[in-house]
DNA sequence: AGTTACGGCC
């Protein structure tokens, strides 16, 4: 085998092992070239030479000194400077020795001081000084102490010394200043493997894995250094950041060549290597064949599992690793698990591990609990995870995403959006996993503006060409509104997948413009991409928002017989409102008795709206009985069916309901529509009367309602009237929030623009058919927003078809 | 007398 190693500049790979054989490499200059050339230039000039020792031969006779040493190393710093301070100090070496054990002890801070105390009482900081120094400056992330120490050591003549260097390379790579640390690099006249391996674990410790892997390839190739375990766990870490399972491979056939494939750090790092890369398989057989397993090596399999979506094995890994080595779990062990039971939402054995790390003493601490947060968010217990969230001592953006996601997944938009707001008040910045975590929140209660500045920092942050981040961004528009727009970035989007599609359809579902659905549709088909369950949502949500029953049978009928895919709970839902929009409420009830999946929530909701759009109340109590066994704080539920009973003028069962919800505690959400006019976003209640223009507004709304000959209650609230005429009037619908919105949009959006209007609750019937009028009369359109769809209000008419 | 080091949260 005479091949060049890309990354193992070695040669015969002799083992008869499967595994083994798997790993010889072969050559791939793709990933040499994959990898950007950022190591500096004169490294591939410069050999390195041998090392010049500089080693001091002062001798240490100072009384004192030994027993100081020996304090130090055995780790008594109280005792260490408690002799210092009785001591002569003229030479370095008293104050190296101490300046060390504060380092080593993470007194960074007081490492530091020392240094310049020593400075201020004469004594100049040598060669060995430095680098504890700068050890100090990058445990304690201090830059500007990192600075100052660096052009001191200058300016004295000691930045060849090769140790203070290769501390300096640390230290920068550290402050994520990776520029500074090439640039000591590339201008250090001689480098040992050390500055070689400080440099590859630099670019491991900031995410840069190809740079890394470029680097351990120059280190062998160009100067013929051999990799020794230092080098090996780094670039291992680099493979698993790239998850690039044949680099990974090379490496784990240069360890065994090497013979450092005893090394338990290096096993451990090999087994996350394959975990990372994908391949637990891999890791298990390796993690299987060592016998002397460290609970590191436990952690890394057990973590391995929870990452490749494998809960259970992960668990039983836990009761294999307390049976056999008796290993205590620690808290990486509980780190490691908890991503598990968060992926099946098992919530007890989550509030065990929270239960145990509170035993333990390992709160606070702040990836455990970023992980309990993930967690319960992922069990749908968010006020679990905002308490923890609360108490955290130190929060890192991982953190706050975890939140923000728990919120997101939990259907808590708004909360998210305000947790979102507090972020940039954090001297960290939102990053692609947050906005990933924010846009479904954006899309279902943002405002058009609010969703075209996040566009403009994803824009300005460059993710805005990511695939996955543009589907989201199609939805987000499409819901707030802007259907051009969605469209679009959907059309200038280059790589289009099944995601891509399935939210350019469901776009205009939401719109209520299905034939553009159906469009689509057969153009997906054209392009050769597959249609998935969620396709068939956004086809069937799009048939039942336009109305088009047929298609939306026939698309039903064709997902299993023409495209293998059994219909979903979800899928059942969309027909059901199809049915429940042909008024056939017999049929839908036998529907749902025949469908083959459990009713949920969201099935008794369609038949519920169904039952309220043919005024049948029986079924509708059906409806809401079932609903509210399942979700016994659906409050949306109660009411629609308290309207039910109050268009009846059965005010008894409205009293009930009312009753009901306040002994359940639940409170009817209040109503609001919020428009936008020059950036700025107004929001309006039901008989708002703050806004600053409120008496042209409802002068507004008077004329409007003349026009289109409704009857009018508003401002004439007189004492004596019957029950139900005053109820009626407190609830009048001239006043509604969105009648209100829509009106000073009117007046305030320019013409020949549509008015945007977005309303946090379903519009009501009153409503909807007073702007089917509005948008009659004025000639303009109107666009409200609702929690499931947007109509689109043009002369006289709704995108909705009257069912919503 | 000094420099590099495995497993953790979205």
């Known amino acids: 085998m005479s091949t060049t190693f890309p990354l193992c500049y070695s040669h015969n790979a002799g083992s008869s092992e499967n595994l083994r054989r798997d790993i010889s490499a072969k050559t791939d200059h793709n990933h040499a070239l ?61 104050w190296n020795v101490v300046i060390r054990g504060l380092t080593s002890n993470g007194n960074y801070e007081e490492a530091i001081d020392f240094y310049y105390r020593m400075q201020f009482e004469g004594v100049r900081a040598d060669n060995f000084t430095y680098p504890f120094v700068i050890k100090a400056c990058t445990g304690s992330f201090c830059f500007i102490e990192g600075q100052k120490v660096h052009s001191k050591l200058v300016k004295v003549g000691f930045d060849l010394d090769i140790y203070i260097c290769n501390s ?53 190739e160009l100067v013929g250094l051999r990799p020794d375990r230092f080098s090996t766990i780094s670039a291992l870490g680099a493979c698993s950041l790239e998850g690039t399972l044949r680099c990974g491979k090379e490496i784990h056939g240069l360890t065994i060549r090497s013979g450092f494939e005893w090394d338990v750090m290096v096993q451990t790092s090999l087994v996350d290597m394959y975990t990372k890369c994908g391949r637990v398989d891999y890791a298990e057989r390796l993690f299987e064949s060592l016998s002397n397993k460290s609970i590191v090596l436990w952690n890394a399999m057990i973590g391995g599992y929870s990452l490749n979506g494998k809960p259970l094995e992960s668990f039983a890994c836990l009761k294999k690793m307390l049976e056999d080595d008796n290993f205590n779990p620690d808290v990486i062990t509980a780190i490691s698990l908890l991503p598990s039971f968060a992926q099946i939402g098992a919530l007890l054995p989550g509030k065990t591990i929270h239960g145990f790390a509170i035993r333990k003493g390992f709160l606070p601490h702040l990836v455990l609990e970023t992980a309990l947060i ?98 989201s961004l199609v939805y987000m528009y499409a819901k707030c509104g802007d259907l051009q727009t969605a469209r679009e970035i959907f059309d200038r989007l280059l790589n289009k997948d099944v995601i891509s599609w399935n939210s350019v359809i469901m776009a205009y579902a939401i719109h209520g413009f299905g034939e553009n659905s159906v469009k689509l549709f ?31 049978w026939e698309y039903f009928n064709s997902m299993k017989t023409d495209y293998g895919i059994d219909p979903g709970i979800e899928h059942y839902g969309c027909m059901l409102d199809i049915i429940g929009r042909s008024r056939n409420l017999e049929l839908a009830k036998r529907f749902i008795d025949e469908m083959p999946l459990v009713p949920t929530a969201r099935i008794w909701g369609s038949l519920l709206v169904a039952s309220r759009h043919n005024r049948n109340i029986e079924l509708a109590e059906l409806a809401a009985k079932h609903i509210l066994s399942l979700e016994h704080d659906n409050t949306g539920c109660y009411v629609l069916l308290s309207n039910m009973y109050a268009e009846v ?70 004492k004596f009237r019957p029950l139900d005429v005053i109820r009626k009037r407190l609830t009048s619908p001239e006043c509604h929030s969105v009648r209100l919105a829509i009106c000073f949009g009117l007046i305030s959006v320019s013409l020949g623009s549509p008015v945007l209007v977005r309303k946090n609750i379903r519009i009501c019937e009153a409503c909807h058919s007073a702007a089917k009028k509005i948008s009659e009369v004025t000639g303009r359109e109107v666009v409200v927003g609702d929690p499931k769809m947007h109509h689109h209000f043009r002369n006289g008419r709704c995108s909705c078809g009257d069912y919503w």
Not at 59 to 78: A, C, F
Not at 427 to 455: C, D, M, W
Not at 524 to 552: D, H, Q, W, Y
Not at 685 to 691: E, P, T
């Open 34 to 94: 994959a990898m950007n050339q950022r190591v500096p230039k004169s490294a591939r000039t410069i050999r390195t030479q041998s090392k010049i020792a500089k080693i001091s031969t002062r001798r240490h006779n100072l009384p004192g000194t030994r027993d100081l040493l020996s304090y130090v190393n055995l780790g008594s710093m109280q005792d260490a400077l408690h002799l210092f301070e009785n001591m002569r100090k003229c030479d370095p070496f008293v």
């Open 168 to 220: 300096l390379i640390v230290m920068y790579a550290k402050l994520r200043l990776i520029e500074l640390a090439e640039r000591v690099f590339e201008e250090m006249p001689v480098r040992d493997l050390v500055s070689w391996n400080s440099m590859i674990s630099g670019y491991v410790s900031i995410g840069e894995g190809w740079n890394a892997l470029f680097c351990f390839r120059e280190m062998q």
């Open 374 to 471: 993930d967690m319960y968010g992922k069990c749908g217990k968010v006020k679990f995870a905002r308490k923890i969230f609360n108490h955290m001592s130190e929060r890192n953006l991982v953190s706050w995403n975890a939140m923000i996601a728990a919120y997101v997944q939990n259907g808590h938009n708004s909360e998210a959006l305000e947790l979102f707001q507090d972020l940039w008040r954090e001297p960290f910045n939102p990053g692609a996993t947050t906005i990933t975590s924010i846009l479904p929140a954006y899309a279902e209660v943002a405002l058009l503006r609010e969703g075209k500045q996040i566009h403009s920092y994803i824009t300005k942050l460059n993710i805005g060409s990511s695939t996955f981040i543009s589907n």
């Open 522 to 552: 057969s153009e997906m088909r054209e392009e050769g991409i597959k249609p998935n369950a969620s396709t068939f949502v956004s086809l069937l949500t799009s048939c039942s928002i336009a109305g088009m029953t047929e298609e939306g």
């Open 649 to 718: 003028g059965r005010w008894e069962d409205v009293e009930r309901i009312k009753r009901l919800m306040n002994n359940g505690g639940f409170e009817r959400n209040t109503g609001y529509s919020t428009v936008e006019n020059n950036g700025k976003t107004y929001k309006f209640n039901n008989l708002d009367m703050s806004h600053i223009n409120t008496s042209l507004i409802y002068d507004v709304m008077y004329i409007i309602s003349k026009k289109i000959r409704e009857d009018i209650y508003v401002h004439n609230v007189t």
